[in-house]
């Protein structure tokens, strides 16, 4: 005979599993915090410095005329460093945001794992005391 609660929790967790936030959830749940944090980490770090190289190298061709024919060797130099300053300070805000984020996706997707597996152990003894009867 069919059980109407059990039959309720299994669907609400086959919703939950096929959705792309459950496959996601379960995906990240499988990684430490600091460990998904550092690949995420990496991969910002990476694409930001992809990304400035070639926005650095727009800029630059566009400019390079202007910079050859008028410029002198103290704006370059000027230049170079504000491109610096302005690599670290990308590079830090960029860090520091995807840390945070990270850090409260991995948190909220430990909490509907949880809550998954709770109903995984709901389910379970659900069998149990259908089995024993």
């Known amino acids: 005979m069919l059980d109407e ?5 299994m669907t609400k967790m086959a919703m939950y599993e096929e959705n792309n936030k459950g496959k996601e959830d ?3 749940s499988t990684y430490f915090r600091k460990d998904y944090s550092s690949k ?3 991969w910002s770090f990476i694409w930001f410095t992809v990304g400035y190289i070639l926005l650095g190298l727009l ?3 566009s400019f390079s005329e202007a910079l050859m024919n008028g410029g ?3 704006v370059l130099i000027l230049s ?3 491109a610096i300053f302005v690599y670290i ?6 860090l520091v945001y995807t ?3 990270c850090k409260k996706r991995h948190s909220d997707a430990r909490q509907r794992v949880k809550i998954y597996n709770r109903d995984l152990v709901t389910l379970l003894k659900m069998y149990e005391k259908e089995s024993k009867s």
């Open 26 to 28: 379960i995906r990240v």
């Open 80 to 82: 170079g460093i504000i």
């Open 99 to 101: 840390y945070r984020r």
């Open 59 to 61: 800029v630059g061709i």
């Open 5 to 9: 609660k059990r039959v309720v929790l």
């Open 89 to 94: 300070a990308g590079l830090i805000g960029t």
């Open 72 to 74: 002198n060797i103290m």
């Open 40 to 42: 995420n980490l990496l």
